[in-house]
């Protein structure tokens, strides 16, 4: 099982981006998508979760800001990120809880894509 982010790169303050995240492999089902973010010299955080279902979590910080959202079909999770903020830069990394289809007792485990830079300029 794999995820692979894309999306990310350089924007002026005040402006938005969209990252993508596929899943992709021996994948039996997908269970709870999120995003976290990293920036230099801090340590990683949540920004955004989504379930299965759709429901979904956000940061205080991104709340009325970003806006997750998933496709099941296509095993993808999105993130939309607007009125973006020099504060938003970050490694932005897609994670996800997965049953693989590879395991026979369909055990929960933790995939990590990549990171993808956002970089806000002011």
């Known amino acids: 099982v794999q995820l692979q982010a894309s999306g990310g790169g350089l924007v002026q303050a005040g402006g938005s981006l969209r990252l993508s995240c596929t899943a992709s492999?021996?994948?039996?089902?997908?269970?709870?998508m999120a995003w976290y973010r990293q920036a230099p010299g801090k340590e990683r955080e949540l920004v955004a979760s989504?379930?299965?279902?759709?429901?979904?979590h956000y940061a205080d910080s991104v709340k009325g800001r970003h806006t997750i959202s998933r496709d099941n079909a296509r095993n993808t999770v999105y993130l939309e990120m607007s009125s973006l903020q020099p504060d938003d830069t970050a490694v932005y990394f897609c994670?996800?809880?997965?049953?693989?289809?590879?395991?026979?007792?369909?055990?929960?485990?933790?995939?990590w894509g990549k990171g993808t830079q956002v970089t806000v300029s002011s």
């Open positions: 492999g021996s994948i039996f089902v997908v269970k709870l």
């Open positions: 989504i379930t299965a279902g759709g429901g979904t």
């Open positions: 994670y996800a809880d997965i049953q693989s289809s590879y395991d026979v007792q369909l055990r929960d485990m933790d995939y």
